[in-house]
């Protein structure tokens, strides 16, 4: 815009060509269009009410409850947004020379510490934009490890069979083999069959603790005996971090390398694909490893190290997804010491939840959960014919968004529930009521649940048809009647 307007600016610079002044190029004859578009003739009233309507469609975390396992999909709050947009931070050039972003690098540095001493471990990299990135890096921080070492043959990773599945497609990315770990009966990885699977030729464990059934695995020390024992790294995914924060920390367990997911736990607002961040915490004999440049403070001022000859490189570009870290810095100070209290809270609404509904949905694994918690749909099916896809669908009828369903994969007919921190007990209480009006309908009218949602802008749609004949292009007119020359051009 600046050089669009600068022509009605005294004293414009010499050499500065207005855009306007600016030579139109030709277009290619072919990559002309044959007519003018058919473009709807609208009032600005009308178009306004028209995408307002759409926008009113979409579903958040501020338009009702969101409990979506394994996402923590909680509060985003507004004075982060703010912060963000203070002139200081939001104006800032990623490649803003370190003189001029002092308070920049400050932030970053606080909020190293801070993350440090959530995971118990000395040394953290922001520069990871997600978590699966921070997955990624990881991997790839253990591999270099390894190979500096001459310990060329370990090759495996080691990963639950509850896991993310990020952790098994990262393991791909970074090069390695996996090797799956069953879950016993109390929700914990089976130690025999661990032991069985972990040899020299491991590399390490990604484990998410507590883990997506939402379950503490009781026998963390002695897994972390058994892979450090041969050598092994143990890998934390920092999913499920927001039911521990302030209550134990992943390096006490044994943990090596750790990911924080900032728009998870750190209230940073996520979905759709992004925005994110997954900085990435080590041990000692790891950090030389680290993404470069990392982040140094001398005395008063904060700069970037280049100088890293063992590390992996940059992993993102410049360093990192700087306004996550804002949000994030303002969320974390804003608790201060009391930041065990969002843990704990979380972990009480699940608990509540799972004490409500165990009595009318199949509970898998009956022990107090963390943060999160999963039941079963499976005897709605059998007696019913009712889905864990049919509760999910019927569940939006009441203003609810579903939760996570069909995962992890050990549980049949899953439904996977997060309250998060940020829901009073009233709106707990209005999810119960549903759950358990679902519940009830499943018995006494099946199709009502069957053909869910009623009350929604798009119905219930045929998913094995979309998924065999995706529409993946806009159709301008109806089917065999497409102008060719308007489809080509437009």
Known sequence: MELIFEKSRPGRRAGRVPAYDLPVPEIPAELARAKPPRLPEVSESELVRHFTALADRTFGIDTGFYPLGSCTMKHNPRVNERAAALPGFRDLHPLQEEDGAQGALELMWELQQMLIEIAGLPAVTLQPAAGSQGELTGLMLMRAAFADRGEHDRRVIVTADTAHGTNPASVTMA?????????????NLDLDDLRAKVDDRTAGLMLTNPSTLGLFDEGIEEIARIFHDRGALLY???????????????????????????????????GGGGPGGGPVAVASELEPYLPSPTLLRDGERFRLDHDRPKSIGRVRGFAGPFAVFVRAYAFMRAYGPAMREMSDVAVLNANYLLARLKDV????????????????????????????????????????????IYFPLVVAEALMIEPTETEPKERLDAFVEAMRSIAAEAASEPEVLKEAPHRRPVRRLDEVKAAKEPVVRYAFEEAGKVDRSSARAG
């Not at 302030?246 to 006490?252: A, H, K, N, T």
């Not at 049919?390 to 609810?400: N, P, T």
């Open 361 to 404: 949905y199949d509970l898998p694994y009956d022990r107090l959960c963390m943060h999160e918690f999963v039941l079963s749909a499976r005897t709605l099916k059998r007696e019913h014919g009712i889905t864990a896809l049919d509760v999910a669908k019927r569940l939006m009828d009441y203003g609810i968004h579903p939760p996570t």
């Open 236 to 270: 934390y995914d920092g999913a499920n971090l927001n039911a521990v924060v302030g209550r134990s920390r992943p390096g006490d367990m044994g943990f090596d390398i750790v990911h924080y997911n900032l728009h998870k736990t750190f209230s940073q607002p996520h």
């Open 175 to 187: 090069g390695f083999e996996l090797a799956k770990v069953a879950t016993t009966e109390r929700g």
